[in-house]
Structures are given as structure tokens and as C-alpha cells.
């Protein structure tokens, strides 16, 4: 009798070094006493289809998908689900055991389990929401607030067509406004998101929080999908005016859970001690 092969996932990506999916997984592995294993794969673009072709042989059953591989994965995969094809990008691949790939994309399902568990006094259809950025973490986030019930969106990014272009694709509810008019954008807003590399540490932007915060206070949910450092300049800066703030780290368990549960078959369940593992905490 063959043995049975010891399940692997993974996360792909260039760079990964940085990433915390791994440590996040391996908790949920010990914890729920499953034979298995998550790996990071730091794979060149130049890679990934060969990369792709040759995991599944390898015993994977499916991988996370980080920068910059997030676009091209679905030019690779077999099969795309209708939220994955939307946002433009799929950060959740599964190797079926037919050999085609399935791609998905949990982003915004982690973005919405994370404000949901963070701040549960918000409503999406209380007010508009103000967003800052367009690109492929913007286009997960618009998406689920849209779907949510958000009534208006509105978004600034520092180069306007990407935009517009968003627009374009998420229909009328969503407003662009200029990036110098992005304070001005968040008069009455019930929620302010980051998705730009603004803040996050090791990067160009790192401390560069140029936007006035004088339009928000207390009631505004405040949240960043950077994580490094936790607690970014926004949110420092948003949580001195009184808001509640919302620190990116939920975000990227929230949208793990699908594709654990699709390669281990166990749901895991986000919790204090989840976050706790996470950040090395007792």
C-alpha cells in the first residue's frame, strides 16, 4: 500500500522573506494536529510558469500568491473565479487533483472579516467611505465594500488615471478625487482606508503621511493593509484625533483561512492566540 503524501502549500512570491504567512500557517497546522507543511518560495518572475507546472508533482496542493505574481497568475491558471477575474489579480491558487489550477482571490474577504471582527460598531452602509490607492489591495478592498452596501466610495491614488480606471471597472458609486484633495476627501467618512505602501517600514514611504487628518475624529474607522509596522503613521496619527483604528495583521489572517481550509481541509478560526503566534508573543 502507497503511503499517503504529506500535503504542502506555500506562499510564492519576490521578495518573501518579509512575509508572515508562513509563521501563521505553521500555527494552524500544530494547532489543529494536521500532517502538512507551508513553505516560502522566493520565485522569479522569469520562474513562475515553470515553477507553477512543477509544484503540484511535488505534492502541493496549492500556494499563496504575493508580489509582484499577483496579475500574472491568471494568465497561468485553468480556472478563475468571478472575484478573482474583477480585482485583476488572484493571491490563492489550488492544484486540483485533475492538474488544473484554480485561482482565487481572498483579499477582500480578509479585508471584511478583519473590520467585521475589529470594529463590529461599523456599518457599511452607515456613510461613505474614503480610500486611499488603486492598485491590486485597493481593487480587493473597493470590491468588497461595494458589495457590502458601501453607498458611496471614494478614492484618491497619486497618479489619477489608475484611478479612473478603477472607476471605470466598479461603476458609479465609486468618486476619484485628486490626491492634494484626499483630506478634504475624507469629510464625512465613516471609514478611511490606506492601501498604499505609505507607512510601511523599508520602503520609500516609510513615514511619508502627507495628508491632512483635520475632517476626521471620533466615530471614523481608520484602517491600514500595511502590517509592518502595525501600527502605521495613519493610524498613529488617526488614533491621537480619537478614531478607531484597525491595524492591517487581521487582514492577512482573515484572507488565509479559505485557502487553508481548501488544501487542509480544516477551517481555521482567528483568534487572540492566532495574532499572538503571529508577533512572537507568549
Not at 519576490?14 to 501563521?24: E, I
Not at 492544484?95 to 461599523?122: M, S, V
Amino acid at each position: 500500500m502507497s503511503e499517503v503524501r504529506i500535503p504542502l502549500a506555500g506562499v510564492i512570491g519576490h521578495p518573501v522573506a518579509h512575509s508572515k504567512s508562513p509563521a501563521l500557517h505553521a500555527y494552524w497546522l500544530k494547532t489543529y494536529g494536521i500532517r502538512g507543511h507551508y513553505i516560502p518560495m522566493d520565485v522569479e518572475e522569469a520562474d513562475l510558469k515553470a515553477a507553477l507546472k512543477a509544484l503540484p508533482k511535488l505534492g502541493f496542493v496549492g500556494v499563496n500568491v504575493t508580489i509582484p505574481h499577483k496579475e500574472r497568475v491568471l494568465g497561468l491558471a485553468d480556472l478563475i473565479t468571478d472575484r478573482a477575474a474583477l480585482i485583476g489579480a488572484a493571491n490563492t491558487l489550488i492544484f486540483r487533483p485533475d492538474g488544473k489550477i484554480h485561482a482565487d482571490n481572498t483579499d477582500g474577504y480578509g479585508f471584511t472579516e478583519n473590520l467585521r471582527q475589529n470594529a463590529p460598531e461599523w456599518v457599511p452602509s452607515s456613510g461613505p467611505a474614503a480610500v486611499l490607492g488603486a492598485g491590486g489591495g485597493s481593487r480587493a478592498g473597493v470590491a468588497a465594500l461595494l458589495e457590502g452596501g458601501v453607498p458611496e466610495l471614494r478614492l484618491a491614488n497619486r497618479t489619477r488615471p489608475r484611478a479612473e480606471a478603477l472607476r471605470a471597472d466598479f461603476g458609479p458609486r465609486v468618486t476619484v478625487w485628486d490626491w492634494p484633495s484626499a483630506g478634504a476627501m475624507l469629510e464625512g467618512a465613516k471609514l478611511v482606508v490606506n492601501t498604499t505602501s505609505i507607512g510601511m517600514a523599508g520602503t520609500e514611504d516609510e513615514g511619508q503621511l502627507r495628508i491632512s487628518l483635520d475632517a476626521i475624529g471620533p466615530g471614523t474607522v481608520v484602517t491600514d493593509i500595511v502590517y509592518t509596522p502595525l501600527i502605521t503613521p495613519l493610524l498613529a496619527a488617526a488614533r491621537e484625533r480619537g478614531c478607531h483604528i484597525v491595524d492591517g495583521l487581521g487582514m492577512l489572517m482573515h484572507q488565509a483561512v479559505p485557502g487553508f481550509e481548501r488544501w487542509f481541509g480544516q477551517r481555521p478560526v482567528v483568534d487572540a492566540a492566532t495574532r499572538a503566534a503571529i508577533l512572537g508573543l507568549p
